[in-house]
């Protein structure tokens, strides 16, 4: 029965579909709601092409991948090596860069080749021998884990595996005829002469690592939306814009943006703590963590307060929704997967925000802070100014919507001024409400009320019980 009342309430007093209400409205109705139609999806069409397109084809730009090779060596397993890269090179193939060693020093042990035509021999040098002396590849997991897995990893591992074949092919035959076929460690050393060892300069264990570089930067960026269009929705119910001074809307604005930012920062970086499943960051590197966050967040605070103010309601959802998808576009990959159009990401202030995490992460790894910082604080420097103008703008707009609502409000009630009759209508009932009120005061008696103070809490509100009262004292009830 409520549904039906609900129902019948919602459909009373309206139109009918062929009423003249829609004589002037059918083609603008149509032509409005067919342009978001096309609108939106030409929007999503550009986006999700520029987002897939970022990682289309990937496999084919493996090479733009460098991997630094350093013979220590001099001998055949560094020969292995530098010819089973030779084979794999190709577009889906890391490129391999060779750089003498005297401009990379080390502190272990040198002359893998000697080490192994040793051990082939039989007796200590062949118990005492280990394979994995003989490649080392060092790598930084947390520089974009994932390609780091699928593209780095399995790639050296296939580097390995050719080098010993390789290795077998142009060394094999004479190592055959030097080996102590009495020694099972000399044939050990035959049959698997080469195998590689790693070094993970930040080990990243965690699951949640597929997350750091994707939605980690994107709530970022949503969370100043949500909380700025709140700001702006409740400054606006308590007329500030319209009624404070620019400076004390700005300064207002400006602790908001700082303390707002500063706190989001902090729950940011703790949720990642917590799911760390590890000691993975020092508190130094939290701490550093959480700056890089906040500095992130007041440019997107910044970039969206001053897309608020200057785009119009209808088309700020286009605006924000293709700002979030250019900067998640360029971190989900390394720039060298990505085509050459997509480097323009080297401007936005998601991609360099990362960059300055990963450095952080890694204590100083793959170090791009002379890149990164410049261009986040440029956002800074560039986003500010353009903030104070919004707010002027807004400012502005909000006091003139203000001006136009109150004369519109004061000529509506000048076109409705009630007539001399009807004022005087009005006085007379009041004035019989009065007396009516009057006389029922007078029934009650006067220990209960005095003239002066009414009922005991305000002269023209009834006194409780008074319906009672007077039925008591009443003549008839005397009777």
């Not at 397109?53 to 397993?77: C, E, I, K, Q």
């Not at 791009?368 to 986003?383: K, N």
């Amino acid at each position: 029965m409520g549904l039906r009342n609900l129902i019948a309430n919602a459909n009373k007093n309206r139109i009918q579909r062929h009423d003249n209400f829609w004589n002037d409205k059918k083609k603008n109705f149509a032509v409005a709601v067919g342009s978001s139609f096309v609108l939106i999806q030409l929007l999503f069409l550009a986006l999700l092409s520029y987002l897939y397109g970022s990682a289309y084809r990937d496999s084919t730009r493996v090479h733009n991948f460098n991997v630094l090779m350093v013979d220590y060596d001099g001998g055949v397993v560094g020969e292995s090596l530098r010819q089973a890269s030779l084979s794999l090179s190709g577009p889906d193939f890391p490129t391999i860069q060779e750089k003498p060693a005297s401009q990379y020093a080390t502190q272990q042990e040198v002359g893998a080749s000697r080490r192994l035509s040793e051990a082939l021999v039989g007796g200590q040098a062949a118990t005492s021998y280990n394979a994995s002396n003989t490649i080392t590849y060092v790598y930084n997991e947390a520089r974009y884990a994932t390609a780091e897995s699928g593209y780095i990893l399995a790639n050296m591992e296939t580097l390995i595996s050719v080098s010993r074949i390789v290795y077998n092919n142009i060394n094999g035959t004479a190592a055959l005829n030097l080996v102590d076929t009495t020694s099972p460690a000399a044939v050990q050393c035959l049959l698997n002469p080469i195998v590689s060892s790693s070094i993970n300069l930040k080990p990243t264990p965690q699951g949640t690592k597929v997350l750091y570089n994707t939605v980690s930067l994107v709530m970022p960026i949503i969370m100043q939306f949500f909380f700025l269009m709140a700001v702006n929705g409740v400054a606006g119910h308590f007329n500030l814009y319209s009624h404070l001074p620019l400076k004390d809307n700005g300064i207002i604005r400006l602790g908001l943006s700082t303390i707002y930012t500063f706190i989001g920062a902090l729950c940011t970086v703790s949720y990642q703590r917590a799911f760390y499943e590890s000691q993975w960051l020092s508190a130094g590197q939290f701490v550093l963590a959480w700056l890089a966050i906040w500095l992130y967040m007041h440019i997107n605070f910044l970039a969206i307060d001053c897309l608020t103010a200057f785009v119009p309601m209808t088309f700020l959802s286009f605006f924000f929704f293709s700002w979030v998808i250019l900067n998640i576009t360029t971190v989900i990959l390394p720039f060298q997967l990505n085509p050459g159009f997509y480097h323009w990401g080297y401007a936005l202030p998601a991609y360099e925000t990362l960059q300055v995490l990963i450095t952080i992460w890694s204590a100083g790894g793959a170090n791009s802070l002379h890149i990164a910082l410049p261009v986040l604080f440029a956002w800074e420097i560039v986003l500010l100014p353009l903030s104070v103008l919004a707010l002027h703008y807004r400012c502005a707009n909000a006091a003139k919507e203000y001006d136009e609502n109150e004369a519109a409000m004061q000529e509506k009630y000048a076109h409705h001024t009630p007539s001399t009759d009807t004022s005087k209508a009005t006085e007379d009932k009041i004035l019989e409400r009065r007396t009516t009120v009057q006389n029922q005061r007078t029934l009650v008696s006067p220990s209960v009320q005095s003239p002066e103070t009414g009922n005991g809490y305000f002269p023209s509100t009834p006194m409780p019980f008074q319906n009672t009262l007077e039925r008591v004292m009443s003549p008839k009830a005397a009777k």
